[in-house]
């Protein structure tokens, strides 16, 4: 099969790799029908280190069960199914509590033997807790939606679930890529009344705006914080999805809560240390979030894609083939494209 | 009156200060019955740079009411009311939503004008918002336990309760000081099953086994994170109300913390940069507490002191006169009292 994998740094190549065999009695084959670039793909695609073996990309997939293992009852060959960004088995303790993010046999794509989701077929491992049959068919125009709950969706929802997002709150989302503009949705849903998206790049913002930001505010920094205050009658904001993962960012977050409001952090920190001193304390600010356990949040918003109350895949701006995956790569950061999706 | 007035790093005294008078309709007059030593009183008692003025002392009394301003409707003179560690109306939108330590009209005692509370009467300020009459008498033996509501308490309770803590749970309170012991006996009344405490000092350790603390941990840093562990069977623990205000004890919690858990902070943090990096996000650790709004709490507690299902005023290991407090600060510097109540 043909897969995409990083080398380094600007360096991802589409190669030919074994197709993927069933190791353990609880994986399932996946022949993968769509997939996608996230943001966190980025990451290393600016900083990582030169290798000679390469990673596996890519985790957000849905495609066609072509075998499962032995223990496998939940899925069977033919069914159209989506897989959260992480696999898990959806049964031990942290599954049991919604953390399936921290799943006691979980892992992610790309890693341990493990395909990426940037590629021809997958391997799943525990395909019972991991996969969710989807109720369409592969040429459904909802598949983009479908995919992002995946990840952009579920992660954009964990956002505004741990910030405590509730009817008539206000809502600060930090952040115009694909999960900022999940957040917005999930804001809106949970029942936000006012919804202020901070970011700078209008196409993506007057997305925002159609998703339900009631306000956007481009400025940065001290600036931007004062736009955010002025918006809010002085006081600040009662919950704010973080969703770049910059020191800044985190700052402007500190800096727009009411207090006692809260913050949540989707963004992967591309810092150690934050101001977590007294004045967090003295305001009551609680600082939540994390790696959205994607899989706990599928069922939950499925009917609402199904039904179109939500249309979380128009953040795919760009449909492409898996050749065009390295491109995608430079083009996204270079925010060329927001999104753009895999089409297999 | 006299009073105590801190002029600077271990210089407490006690003088003579103009007896308070009403200033504002909506103020009364507390003529003070107890009060006591914090363990925030402390902070300064080790570090405030000296000064000409002096700062008044002490933020946790109750006593009788001698006067009210011509506002004041829900206390009048002769009643016993105890105060929460800061003043509040009660009824803006902070104290609403539960958070009285961030009133729109509250302060702190012994600034602006207001007296301290570690002497014979204090001016209140918004009585009707801040006092709560007390049904005993000024003998009652209960006292001890209702004057903990001002303060040590409400402030363990809002640890317990910021954290989460639910039946089942298993929870670590990070220091022995009155706020961690206060902590030890909310998290037994809300529920939890595992009650680590981390503390070194054998008496405090006791009475926090009395209180329900199921495990004592005496060892610190790593050797303290992996006792904690150990007792957890390797995953941590739930909740943890982190009462120290350290970096060190910061560590501790992080280093103790299953994933998906919450640390709530009380202790004013010594520090102003903490270590909320990827691990924090990988693993959904949240981040919470603060300055406890006590004031909400105090017709919630009040019940379980006056039947006697919690006794938090056993906190209290020395009584002292005012003339004694200057010693009680350092006695309580150098560990050798827990908590001093003064009697008036």
């Known amino acids: 099969m043909r897969a995409a994998v990083m080398y380094g740094a600007g360096d ?48 957000e997939f849905l495609g066609v069960v072509e075998e499962i293992g032995a223990d496998v009852t939940h899925v069977r060959a033919g069914d159209l199914v989506v897989a959260p960004f992480t696999y898990c088995d959806n049964t031990c303790d942290y599954c049991a509590k919604g953390l399936q993010s921290s ?42 939606s479908l995919l992002a709950l995946s990840d952009v969706m579920g992660t954009g929802h964990h956002g505004a679930v741990t910030a405590g997002v509730r009817p008539g709150d206000s809502v600060l989302v930090i952040g115009d890529g694909a999960v900022g503009l999940s957040a917005v949705i999930a804001a809106k849903r949970l029942g936000a009344e006012q919804i202020v998206l901070m970011g700078r790049h209008t196409d993506r913002t007057d997305l925002g705006r159609e998703f339900g930001a009631t306000d956007v505010v481009a400025e940065r920094g001290e600036e931007g914080i004062a736009r955010v205050r002025d918006l809010t009658g002085g006081d600040g904001v009662d919950r704010i999805v973080e969703a770049v993962g910059t020191r800044q960012s985190l700052e402007a977050a500190f800096g727009t809560i009411t207090d006692g409001g809260t913050i949540s952090r989707l963004g992967v920190p591309q810092y ?72 297999f």
Chains 1, 2 share one sequence.
């Open 103 to 144: 799943c006691r046999h979980g892992g992610r794509y790309g890693y341990d033997g493990v395909d990426g989701g940037q590629g021809e077929a997958v391997r799943v491992p525990q395909a019972d807790g991991t996969l969710v049959k989807l109720p369409v068919e592969p040429d459904s125009e909802l598949l983009p």
């Open 272 to 343: 150690e240390e934050g101001p977590v001193g007294a004045s967090m304390i003295m305001r009551n600010i609680t600082l939540t979030g994390g790696v959205s356990p994607a899989r706990a949040y599928i069922e939950e918003l499925m009917p609402d894609v199904l039904s179109g109350a939500i249309r979380p895949g128009r953040v795919f701006d760009r449909t492409i083939t898996l050749d065009e995956v390295p491109r995608a790569y430079q083009d996204m950061t270079d925010r060329r494209v927001l999104k753009a999706l895999i089409r």
């Open 12 to 59: 991802v190549r589409i190669e030919d790799r074994p197709d993927p065999k069933i190791v353990n009695p609880t994986d399932a084959i996946v022949r993968t029908v769509a997939s996608c670039v996230c943001g966190s793909d980025l990451w290393p695609y600016k900083s990582m280190p030169a290798t000679d073996t390469g990673r596996p990309m890519g985790h």
